[in-house]
Antibody, heavy 119, light 107 residues
Framework: EVQLVESGGGFVQPGGSLRLSCAAS????????MNWVRQAPGKGLEWVSY????????YYADSVRGRFTISRDNAKNSLYLQMNSLRDEDTAVYYC????????????WGQGTTVTVSS | SYELTQPVSVSVALGQTARITCGGN??????VHWYQQKPGQAPVLAIY???NRPSGIPERFSASNTGNTATLTISRAQAGDEADYYC??????????FGGGTKLTVL
């Protein structure tokens, strides 16, 4: 079964940093574009960032641009999200999700990792 | 930035048909994807590219997209269909956009 597993969430003070990871198994990770999507407590889904299969194309939501950095290591079947200058409003469950191609839906999701930003 | 509008909640009687709408400016010119999210679980892709069902999604789930409105239709609604449903598009191929989500209640 195709699987994505996030890790790295935790509790951090405003202004702090965290690095999330997403480990892929049982699918050809290097052929999929990947995304991070988050969900604040009791709220809806918010797309955060996209990276193409070859690392050549990256997009960010306006709310995180300049503070978050998406990256991937296809040799390790892993996706990352470096989050700096964290704010209270970044508190959310963060999901990684795969994308088979442009204009497709996100077909495989991890179980999510929780990030809490609070003083 | 592009916006998608969904009703906050929709109710349907057991065995009847539920319709969840997703409004956006000329949304018919974009591909719309639908996700189902049950409490405490990750989202699941229910419909992709307007009308396509991934494997494992029941045929009771269908969708359409035209003009300014996309619609997810759930026929013969079951208790297990109770969930939050989100529509999603890619805006100008550079950003993902989700609707605010619709809570489906099966009465």
């Amino acid at each position: 079964e195709v699987q994505l597993v996030e890790s790295g969430g935790g509790f951090v003070q405003p202004g702090g940093s965290l690095r999330l990871s997403c480990a892929a198994s049982r699918f050809t990770f290097s052929t999929y574009s990947m995304n991070w999507v988050r969900q604040a407590p009791g709220k809806g889904l918010e797309w955060v960032s996209y990276i193409s299969s070859s690392n050549s194309t990256i997009y960010y939501a306006d709310s995180v641009r300049g503070r978050f950095t998406i990256s991937r290591d296809n040799a390790k079947n892993s996706l990352y999200l470096q989050m700096n200058s964290l704010r209270d409003e970044d508190t959310a469950v963060y999901y990684c999700a795969s994308l088979v191609g442009p204009s497709y839906g996100m077909d495989v999701w991890g179980q999510g990792t929780t990030v809490t930003v609070s003083s | 930035s592009y916006e998608l509008t969904q009703p906050v909640s929709v109710s349907v009687a057991l065995g009847q048909t539920a319709r969840i709408t997703c409004g956006g400016n000329n949304i018919g010119s974009k591909y719309v994807h639908w996700y189902q999210q049950k409490p405490g679980q990750a989202p699941v892709l229910a419909i992709y590219r307007d009308t396509n069902r991934p494997s494992g999604i029941p045929e009771r789930f269908s969708a359409s997209n035209t003009g300014n409105t996309a619609t997810l239709t759930i026929s013969r609604a079951q208790a297990g269909d109770e969930a939050d449903y989100y529509c999603q598009v890619w805006d100008s191929s550079t950003s993902g956009v989700f609707g605010g989500g619709t809570k489906l209640t099966v009465l």
